[in-house]
Every structure is written in C-alpha cells, then in structure tokens.
T-cell receptor, first 114, second 113 residues
Framework: GAVVSQHPSRVICKSGTSVKIECRSLDFQATTMFWYRQFPKKSLMLMATSNEGSKATYEQGVEKDKFLINHASLTLSTLTVTSAHPEDSSFYIC??????????FGPGTRLTVT | AQSVTQLDSHVSVSEGTPVLLRCNYSSSYSPSLFWYVQHPNKGLQLLLKYTSAATLVKGINGFEAEFKKSETSFHLTKPSAHMSDAAEYFCVVSLGTGNQFYFGTGTSLTVIP
C-alpha cells in the first residue's frame, strides 16, 4: 500500500524559533497534500490543502504567515511553524491524496515548544 | 455542505461483548465514508472504507460497518471486543472533488477486562 512518511516524528524547540516538518509520499505521486493539527484528546483539524506547484489553501482561522506550507514536488510537502510559541505545541499530521477519494496519512509529528 | 457526527464521545464495553460506535453523516453528494482508529500517541490507521460498492463493509481486526443511505448512518461494529481495541475512533466523510476529508469528533472506546 501507499506509504506516507513524516520527519521528524518528535521535535522540541524553543519559543521564537522556527521548525520545519516534512511529509513525503514514498511510493506514489500525490496530487494534493493536506496538513492537520490535533490537540490532545481532540479530533483532527484541517489546516491547509496544497497542490504541487501552487499556493496552499488555508482553512479559516489558520495564519498562513505562521504556518508556511511548501509543496515543491509531487512527493514532498513541508510545513514550517514560524516563530513558534508554546500554544503551537500539538500533533501535526499530513496526508497525501491521489486522484481518487482517498488520503494516505503520515504517522504524525509531535511538536513541543518550550 | 457535508458533515459527520459521532454520537458518542465515550463508549465503554466489557471484553468479549459487542462494540457499536455510531456515526451519522450529511452530504449533498454520494459520499465516501471511512473509519480510522488512533491508539495513544500514534498516527491514524484505516479500519475500513465505503466507496459506493457493497453497503456492508468488512475491515481489519474483525470490524465492519454498514452504509445505510435512508438513515444517513455508517455505524461501526465488532462482535466481540478485545482489550487491544481500546483507542480513539474517527468517522470520516469525503467528497469526490478535492479529496477533502471531514472528521467526526471521535469516540473513545474503553474495554473493561
């Protein structure tokens, strides 16, 4: 089956610094990639949708200057949390979609901002 | 517009007894429906999916779900709960265009020994 990886799986950073999370589709080309955020004991919240080579579409309430998304190729999307603060601490999950009605989810990245 | 509602935020069952996790959806289009499981501090694992084929869908680990259009439901069931089934379960609906997924709020399943 299709595999999506995320790197790193866990990251701790200091307040004010930026951190980049990578999402890769390992054995298929993803026309669309999605970024979700999950708070403890909560459901997944869609942050943004990105198509290769074009700007990401952000959901209402998500700061695009805070959460920079780059989808440089059909197998790689990155999420950069800029000037991170403790309230940005969360579990970030990416997924990759193809032409069908399906998304393949990555294992998630646990971000802790101290 | 479409949305998905998981009717129970918590379900508790005894080991060996049946599991029922309820999900209702609303969609203007013919939906695709999914159930995912998430164990603590882990990613999502697909249990099963409905994509307009057979209405009774069998998934992994003995789970199954039935798509009932008249009731707009997609409830998840398992005949006999196992301790390892304790986790968070998400019902998800998807449209054909844009691949966008809409997540329910989740149901936390506790299995009592």
């Amino acid at each position: 089956g299709a595999v999506v990886s995320q790197h790193p799986s866990r990251v701790i950073c200091k307040s004010g610094t930026s951190v980049k999370i990578e999402c890769r589709s390992l054995d298929f080309q993803a026309t669309t990639m999605f970024w979700y955020r999950q708070f403890p004991k909560k459901s997944l919240m869609l942050m943004a949708t990105s198509n290769e080579g074009s700007k990401a579409t952000y959901e209402q309430g998500v700061e695009k200057d805070k959460f920079l998304i780059n989808h440089a190729s059909l197998t790689l999307s990155t999420l950069t949390v800029t000037s991170a603060h403790p309230e940005d601490s969360s579990f970030y999950i990416c997924s990759a979609g193809t032409s069908g009605r399906f998304q393949y989810f990555g294992p998630g990245t646990r971000l802790t901002v101290t | 517009a479409q949305s998905v509602t998981q009717l129970d935020s918590h379900v508790s069952v005894s080991e060996g007894t049946p599991v029922l996790l309820r999900c209702n959806y609303s969609s203007s289009y013919s939906p695709s429906l999914f159930w995912y499981v998430q164990h603590p501090n882990k990613g999502l694992q697909l249990l099963l999916k409905y994509t307009s084929a057979a209405t009774l869908v069998k998934g992994i680990n003995g789970f199954e779900a039935e798509f009932k259009k008249s009731e707009t439901s997609f409830h998840l069931t398992k005949p006999s709960a196992h301790m390892s089934d304790a986790a968070e379960y998400f019902c998800v609906v998807s449209l054909g265009t844009g691949n966008q997924f809409y997540f329910g709020t989740g149901t936390s399943l506790t299995v009592i020994p």
